[in-house]
């Protein structure tokens, strides 16, 4: 028989007695069924809201990432807008053509005379043109600007910049009005006087969340 003086053996053998004021053996020796699942309830809880913090963090990037990448196409289509609602109809110096154009504009590019934003408070004449180049390994939005002066020969100060690396296609279309009045778009521009209007369409290349559109439509008449 154990020893009530031996407490490391109470619950060694099946013939202990119950002593009174002392914890039970069960108390003692493991956890009851209820304190079990007690414990796994509260660990599926936890769990529970673990993995919907995770998905919420996600969703939360996710937005984020898309938020950005719009932000930057409509960054780029407001600066190409910009530049297009300060067109003049000037002729455009060595246009190709032997009459006097001041627009060229196609499917994907433009050129035109513009005053155009050169600091923060200043603001100059520049030929300006927009076209999709092809950089390393994938095409992009450039613009290129020239200082407009009359007589001269060579066509130097070009300025290049690259819109954004992730700008993969642009699209343009000119309005003109018919006989009764009416709106027509057209692919493409080249005449001496300026379009009525100009929409254009700027994409950010990607798959899903990635992709990014911008649209503008700009009044030419003034």
Aim: glycine share 10%; aromatic share 4%; charged share 20%.
């Amino acid at each position: 028989m154990a020893s009530i003086d031996d407490p490391g053996n109470v619950c060694s053998g099946a013939t202990a007695l119950p002593v009174s004021g002392l914890p039970s053996s069960a108390s003692q020796c493991g956890y009851t069924l209820i304190e079990v699942l007690v414990v796994l309830a509260i660990a599926s809880i936890m769990a529970v809201m673990m993995i919907g913090g995770v998905r919420q963090f996600q969703s939360l990037s996710q937005l984020g990432e898309r938020l950005t990448r719009q932000s930057v196409a409509d960054a780029v289509a407001d600066r190409v807008a910009d530049d297009l609602a300060g067109s003049l109809e000037l002729p455009l110096l060595a246009s190709g053509s032997g009459e006097q154009v001041s627009f060229l504009g196609a499917p994907h590019e433009v050129r035109f005379n513009a005053v155009v934003r050169t600091g923060f408070l200043t603001q100059t004449l520049r030929e300006v043109a927009y076209s999709m180049e092809t950089l390393g390994e994938q095409q992009t939005l450039v613009r290129i600007s020239l200082p407009r002066r009359l007589g001269q020969v060579e066509r130097t100060g070009a300025e290049k910049l690259v819109m954004h690396p992730d700008v993969n296609a642009v699209a343009f279309r000119y309005m003109t009005r018919d006989a009764a009045g009416g709106a027509v778009w057209l692919d493409h521009w080249n005449q001496a006087r300026l379009p009525v209007a100009i929409r254009l369409q700027v994409d950010l290349g990607g798959t899903g969340s990635k992709q990014a559109r911008a649209s503008r439509t700009v009044n030419m008449l003034r």
